[in-house]
């Protein structure tokens, strides 16, 4: 005990006022601030992602029908692509699958394998890869154009934008195990 004493009385020693070591208050404080800023932020990028989908899909909407193709099929791709990344920004559609989890009208296994977010990125992921194999099959690259980007563009931005915050959260958790034990007088 008197050895624990010393060396707390040596770092303070060594330390100048500004870098003295935090209380355990201090720490959960800060473990707190920390955590709340995180959410903040993934409320913003979340907020800024929606944004730019619900302001881009009538412009891209409209290109893709007067420059590409009169045709539905390519808008309805596009809809949906702008849906399906709408609903993965939006919604944890894990929870809504644990909700519906207890209901007794729909079984346990078809509630895990159809609302995870890794389902919702692959049926996204096709209909992608779907959406530029027919563009790239009747048009080629003579019809290619910046606008045909975004749908990529948004799907990228929202598997990283969860994943960030996902990452964040687990590193923020990972700080509670790394509390010391101090009291300042």
Same mark, same amino acid.
């Given at each position: 005990?008197?050895?624990?004493?010393? %060396?707390?009385?040596?770092?303070? =020693?060594?330390?100048?006022?500004?870098?003295?070591?935090?209380?355990?208050?201090?720490?959960?404080?800060?473990?707190?601030?920390?955590?709340?800023?995180?959410?903040? +932020?993934?409320?913003?990028?979340?907020?800024?992602?929606?944004?730019?989908?619900?302001?881009?899909?009538?412009?891209?909407?409209?290109?893709?029908?007067? %420059?590409?193709?009169?045709? =539905?099929?390519?808008?309805?791709?596009?809809?949906?692509?702008?849906?399906?990344?709408?609903?993965?920004?939006? *919604?944890?559609?894990?929870?809504?699958? =644990?909700?519906?989890?207890?209901?007794?009208?729909?079984?346990?296994?078809?509630?895990?394998?159809?609302?995870?977010?890794?389902?919702?990125?692959?049926?996204?992921?096709?209909?992608?890869?779907?959406?530029?194999?027919?563009?790239?099959?009747?048009?080629?690259?003579? +019809?290619?154009?910046?606008?045909?980007?975004?749908?990529?563009?948004? *799907?990228?931005?929202? %598997?990283?934008?969860?994943?960030?915050?996902?990452?964040?959260?687990?590193?923020?958790?990972?700080?509670?195990?790394?509390?010391?034990?101090?009291?300042? =007088?």
């Amino acid at each position: 005990m008197t050895r624990l004493r010393r %060396i707390d009385r040596l770092l303070l =020693a060594e330390c100048s006022s500004e870098s003295l070591p935090m209380d355990e208050d201090d720490q959960d404080l800060l473990i707190g601030q920390l955590s709340a800023e995180n959410d903040g +932020n993934h409320a913003l990028y979340t907020r800024i992602l929606v944004s730019s989908i619900v302001i881009e899909f009538p412009i891209v909407a409209f290109l893709i029908r007067a %420059i590409i193709s009169r045709e =539905a099929k390519y808008t309805v791709h596009f809809m949906l692509l702008s849906l399906l990344c709408l609903i993965g920004a939006l *919604y944890d559609v894990s929870a809504v699958g =644990a909700r519906l989890q207890h209901s007794p009208l729909v079984p346990t296994s078809l509630v895990h394998g159809l609302f995870s977010f890794k389902l919702l990125c692959v049926v996204n992921g096709l209909l992608l890869v779907q959406f530029y194999t027919g563009i790239y099959r009747q048009y080629g690259y003579k +019809n290619v154009y910046m606008f045909l980007v975004m749908p990529l563009v948004n *799907y990228i931005m929202m %598997i990283l934008v969860r994943k960030w915050h996902a990452l964040t959260a687990a590193n923020i958790q990972h700080l509670y195990g790394l509390r010391y034990k101090f009291k300042s =007088a």
